[in-house]
């Protein structure tokens, strides 16, 4: 069926109505038909002829109209028939899984406007006001930047919900309210408080809003966050003191930005810790902090098995390159470390060989330095005797490192999984390491800039030779062919997994 025709006129003139139409912002007249100069003439003694026309031109553009009016009947018709399964689908919904869907979408949503996804879901239907009003979980996060009005609505649909406090500052800074009205109101649900998170610039005076409140009792909070921005080392040092007042017997994980953890905190319970510190944070003015005290915190934690340890720009330490008793950390079981900018020799070497890991199983170094030698991480003879699962990752534009993977299943002879990602160059043997076979379970390879197919192919036989290989991940590696990888997977078939873009 061939399509309808409109001629130019028609067209004309129906743009012409809908721009008097459109001037009139939005009002509509009968006078808008015809053109100005002719609403006159056609009101008075008009000739036949003029009449005869003007009803020609009306009745094309209403045929016209008619025409599009069909067309968009028929197209809404279709997306109907297309939308309404999907809408079918979303409203009958279980209510277990739209609350879980709702779950999940409001732990993904940004914090810094963490109501607007809870108020949003509320107003989509009534079935998703049903369920939302009826999901405590996405009520529960609350911070000092809100209203009472909105804090108030909170506590009463978050019901028996593990409540999460933030006093929050940066970008809000301007939306800022006082503390003391916002603890006023949160105080009063401090048995529901599931997580803490506390940015000390929110408070001039440092921490005075929270001493008010030395003997807090909260026996559902497992996770607290402080930061703190250019401290002297006194502030450093007494940061957490009024969290170790507070009754925490749930307390399982903390993390620190610029502060010192306390050695008699008496948080046996802590399973999982963040320690950042960053040098160029630090007062210029004050004296050097004493990264060992900062890290003999750590050693208190009798329960920790999960470690994140971040310096930045950290040049050198004296109290690090005199650290002659290492720091232990016997039931460590998992541990990331990342170095940005710091130097290798006065400050990474020293500090690794000055920490002990006895029990240590997953290891990640995050490198954000522009090259640095694997050795430093890897002190004397079986640094790390329980490692199984070993993780270096870097950014290949910036780190320039090589990595001897020989090297590392020599000096780590429990290692069964290795990953490298984002550095320039991996290795798998030299002339002190003639390694025949590696005894890895799984090796992954990102992002390697230098990787050749030759290497491919040694680093398959050493392991097709190795007793328990399992997987091979070669992703996006700058010198490997797709066709050496297809023909290669020909032979180890699921034992290999590649990408090459």
Known sequence: MEPPYIFSKTVDHLMAVFLRIKDANGTVKADFLHEPSEVQVLGGDASVSVLYESMLRLKSSRDTTHTVLELMDGT???????????????????????????EVGYEDYDDGDCCKFALRASGVSRHFRRVALDSPRIWRRFDNKMSADILTLLISRSKNAGLHINFTSGHYRRKRR?????????????????????????????????????????????????????????????????????YIPQLHHLSVY??????????????????????????????????????????????????????????????????????????????????????????ITPLVRGLHFPGLFDLTLNLGQESFDVECFLPGTNPYPSLQ???????????????????????????????????DDVCFFDEFNKLQSFPLQNVSLTEINELSDADVIGLSEALIRGPSFQ????????????????KLKSRLGRKLVYLVT
């Open 178 to 246: 006082p503390l003391e009205p916002f603890m006023d109101i949160v105080i009063t649900e401090s048995p529901r408080w599931a997580a803490l998170s506390y940015d000390r610039s929110v408070d001039p005076d440092g921490l005075s809003i929270l001493h008010k409140y030395p003997d807090l009792q909260l026996p559902r909070l497992s996770s607290i966050g402080y930061r703190t921005y250019s401290p002297d080392v006194t502030t450093a040092k007494d940061a957490l003191d009024v969290f170790t007042s507070w």
């Open 389 to 423: 699962r070993l993780i270096l990752k870097g950014d290949r534009e910036y780190v320039s490192s090589k990595v001897n993977v020989a090297l590392l299943v020599h000096k780590l002879p429990c290692l069964t999984s290795i990953t490298v990602e984002g550095l």
């Open 76 to 102: 809404i018709e279709s997306l109907q028939e297309r939308t309404l399964p999907l809408q079918k689908r979303v409203t009958s919904l279980p209510d277990e899984l739209l609350r879980r869907i709702l």
């Open 258 to 347: 610029n502060g010192f953890i306390h050695v008699a905190a008496g948080w046996a319970g802590l399973t999982s810790c963040a320690l950042e510190l960053d040098d160029t944070d630090v007062n210029e003015e004050d004296e050097e902090w004493d990264i060992c005290a900062a890290l003999h915190g750590l050693t208190a934690l009798v329960s920790l098995e999960s470690l994140s340890l971040k310096f930045s720009s950290f040049e050198k330490s004296n109290y690090v390159s005199s650290l002659t008793t290492p720091l232990a950390l016997p039931h460590l079981k998992s541990l990331l470390m990342t170095f940005e900018e710091c130097d290798e020799d006065s400050f």
């Open 471 to 486: 997987r091979l991940e070669i992703i996006n590696c700058g010198d490997t062919t797709e066709r050496r990888l297809r």
